[in-house]
């Protein structure tokens, strides 16, 4: 039962992430060795070989190699080595599995070979959208009162791993709350050395029911319906084109730069102005046009993208919207996050982060403005919030506990290899988080009325359960309580650090 939840809101939520739960992974064989001890032998390197990759280019997986040939290392460095390269190779995103085995060359007592087998995931994923419009399951059932019109459908196609180069396209065409057409094609490494790359996106949406305050951090919806009465016909009170095009420059196994520029328009009804004139600008504006620039840069030691268990993530961006060619918007902002993770005794481990962000100026359009309670940008306990404000600070602590992990293997009864094996785990935490969300924006302002939580230390601490499972979704099942003694159990997908 527990496997059927969490594949359906893995369906629901399109979780498709990066990484496996393999519990095999650094378990190395050594094949053909001699029988003394191999832990302070010095071994010569002679050979990497790759298997079982029948549509991935080689060149993709020995980028992410370290070890190198024609090279001695001790038996510990070897493995260590090892250990690196195949959670390297995991998170390519392209592999159910990787293994990996050190073979010693016929009749030598040093000279070895390392040969990675990996197996290919499936690449091509068309699917049916069906999922909630609001930010997750208990905003919508507590704040929108579980509204059956409240939902998204349609048509997404994702090929990953086009051509064997790991390059990724998409498509898709959404209905329901919002109508959304999208198109993306990233391209990893353009050039010889596979540090450069680029990709580009384009995305239409149209809405007939918009937010548009935020009333004691909770966020308020305007419909067609009450604005020009209820009819047949859909009336569209808000619609945005946004097109990207962003270039990498992968200078390490585990240094990224990115620099994107986009372009946005958005307009609305001017009925929407009665509502809240400060939507999208402080001269009563219909429409916004920017040019956006945003850099960032990622250092990622994680042994797993999904859900870390080692490691460390340092993620830092720098983004100023509206560059002089349009005047309808002029904000910049940085953010920066770290994170660490790691292994303790007895299958215990601990996760903690800190974030922070700050923008200018002071005034910024509803439209426009930051804060928590979006995707995983968020403080436990506070689903059913939305706390916008120039400025924030967060820190997240968990110690979590292995229960079980296993893998099944459904044989012949799945006909594609790819998912034969189910592999699931769980995990049993308990939790601390806490923050501060500064908002400068006067009392009368129409964008965030009687806020409860911006301007106050806020913290929350709790327990859960997490399980990751097929193709690395995640769901999160938590008990907590937060600043306002407000208890709750709530479901969420991702890692929550």
């Known amino acids: 039962m527990a496997i059927c939840i969490l594949f359906f809101l893995f369906a629901t939520f399109g979780a498709y992430s990066q990484v496996s739960i393999d519990k095999d992974l650094g378990k190395i064989e050594v094949i053909n060795s001699p029988a003394d001890s191999l832990q302070n032998r010095i071994l010569f390197l002679e050979n990497i070989q790759i298997k079982g990759n029948k549509k991935t280019k080689k060149r993709i997986i020995t980028r992410e190699i370290d070890l190198e040939t024609n090279v001695s290392y001790t038996f510990k460095e070897l493995q260590e080595l090892i250990k690196l390269d195949e959670n390297k190779i995991f998170n390519t995103g392209l592999f159910n599995t990787v293994k990996a085995e050190i073979e010693f060359a016929d009749k030598s007592d040093n000279s070895v070979n390392v040969i990675f087998f990996v197996e290919e995931r499936w690449y091509i994923w ?9 930010r997750n399951f208990s905003d919508w059932l ?6 059956t019109d409240r939902f998204e459908y349609g048509f997404k196609f994702d090929q990953f791993n086009v051509r064997g180069l790991n390059e990724k396209l998409s498509a898709m065409a959404q209905f329901g709350f919002k109508r959304r057409f999208a198109f993306g094609y990233n ?7 596979q540090t450069f790359g680029m990709g580009l996106s384009f995305s239409y949406s149209e809405l007939d029911q918009i937010d548009f305050t935020n009333v004691e951090n909770k966020r308020l ?10 009819d047949n016909s859909r009336k569209i009170i808000s619609n945005t084109l946004t097109s990207n095009v962003f270039f990498n420059y992968r200078e390490s196994y585990y240094n990224t ?3 994107r520029l986009t372009y946005s328009r958005t307009t609305i009804l001017e009925e929407v102005l009665q509502f809240n004139e400060d939507y999208l600008g402080q001269n009563r504006d ?3 046009d920017f040019i956006g620039l945003t850099y960032i840069f990622r250092r990622d030691f994680r042994d797993r993208n999904n859900y870390p268990l080692k ?3 340092i993620d830092a961006r720098l983004s100023k919207i509206g560059l002089g060619v349009f005047n309808d918007i002029d904000q910049g902002s940085a953010q920066a996050l770290v994170a660490y993770y790691k292994p303790l005794k007895y299958n215990f481990s601990i996760a903690s982060s800190f974030s922070g962000y700050t923008s200018y100026p002071r005034f910024q359009p509803y439209f426009n403005m930051n804060g928590l309670g979006f995707g995983n940008n968020l403080l436990k306990g506070y689903e059913l919030y939305v706390i916008q404000g120039q400025h924030y600070a967060v820190n997240k602590i968990e110690l979590k506990k292995e229960i079980f992990s296993v893998e099944a293997n459904l044989g012949k009864l799945m006909p594609l290899k790819q998912f034969r094996k189910v592999p699931i785990a769980a995990y049993f935490k308990v939790f601390f988080d806490q923050g501060y969300v500064q908002n400068n924006l006067p009392e009368t302002s129409p964008t965030t009325i009687s806020p409860l939580l911006s301007n106050r230390y806020i913290y929350s601490y709790g327990a859960g359960i997490d399980l990751v499972t097929y193709y690395d979704a995640v769901l999160r099942l938590e008990y907590s309580i937060n ?3 407000e208890t709750g159990f709530f479901i969420n997908v991702k890692s929550g650090i």
Do not use: R
């Open 142 to 147: 507590f704040n929108q009162d579980g509204a």
């Open 126 to 134: 068309p699917s049916v959208i069906f999922k909630l419009a609001d």
């Open 286 to 288: 219909m429409e916004q």
């Open 187 to 193: 391209i990893p490494y353009l050039n010889k050395e």
């Open 311 to 313: 490691g460390f993530l």
């Open 483 to 485: 600043a306002l003694n």
């Open 257 to 259: 730069h990115t620099m």
């Open 221 to 230: 919806f305007i419909d067609a319906d009450s604005i020009f009465g209820d």
